[in-house]
C-alpha cells in the first residue's frame, strides 16, 4: 500500500491551493484560520459562510496514484485528526488530491471526513466523493447540501 507521509512541502502547497479557492473574490465563505503549525488535533483550514455557520477542511495530497487504488489517509496521525470537531454546529470535512501537481491533482475527492471511518482508503470505494474538476464550485455546492441536510426542518 502507498503511504506518502502527513506533512511537508507537498501538502503544504495542497493546503495552499485549496484554502486559495476558498479566498478567491465572490465566494460564500472566509477564511478564519489555518493550522500553520500542523497540529493534528486542529483541522487545517476554518471556514465560516456568510450565514455565520463554521465547519472545518482537512487537506490531504497523495503524489502519485498508486496502481492497487489504495492509499493510507495520513498514515502518522490519522487517530488525532478524527479528534477534529465534527458536528451540526461544526462539520468538518476531507480533500484529498491524488497524483498529478498540488496544484492541479489527476483526481480530487471531498466529503465529510467521517465518511473516512479508517486510515485505509479504496479509491474504488470513494467513487460518489470524487470531484469531475477541482473547481470552487463543486465543493461550495456540496458544502450547502450538507448544510441544507443539517439544518432543513
Known amino acids: 500500500m502507498f503511504q506518502p507521509t502527513d506533512c511537508g512541502e507537498p501538502q503544504a502547497q495542497f493546503e495552499d491551493r485549496v ?8 465566494g460564500m465563505f472566509e477564511v478564519l484560520d489555518r493550522n500553520m503549525s500542523s497540529d493534528p488535533f486542529e483541522p487545517d483550514i476554518i471556514l465560516m ?12 495530497y497523495v503524489e502519485e496514484l498508486p496502481a492497487d487504488g489504495r492509499i493510507t489517509l495520513f498514515p ?11 458536528s451540526q454546529e461544526r462539520p468538518a ?9 498540488t496544484s492541479s491533482p489527476e483526481e ?3 466529503s465529510r471526513f467521517f465518511n473516512f471511518p479508517s ?11 470524487r470531484l469531475n474538476w477541482f ?6 455546492r456540496i458544502i450547502t447540501d450538507d448544510f441544507e441536510r443539517m439544518y432543513s426542518p
Open 93 to 101: 470535512f476531507l480533500v484529498l488530491g491524488v497524483g498529478g501537481t
Open 119 to 129: 486510515k485505509d482508503v479504496d479509491l474504488s470505494d470513494m467513487v460518489g466523493f
Open 19 to 26: 484554502c486559495s479557492m476558498f479566498e478567491a473574490d465572490g
Open 135 to 140: 473547481d470552487y464550485r463543486f465543493l461550495e
Open 108 to 110: 480530487v475527492y471531498f
Open 49 to 60: 459562510d456568510a450565514d455565520g455557520w463554521v465547519l472545518n477542511i482537512l487537506c490531504y
Open 76 to 86: 502518522r496521525t490519522f487517530g488525532m485528526r478524527k479528534w477534529v470537531e465534527d
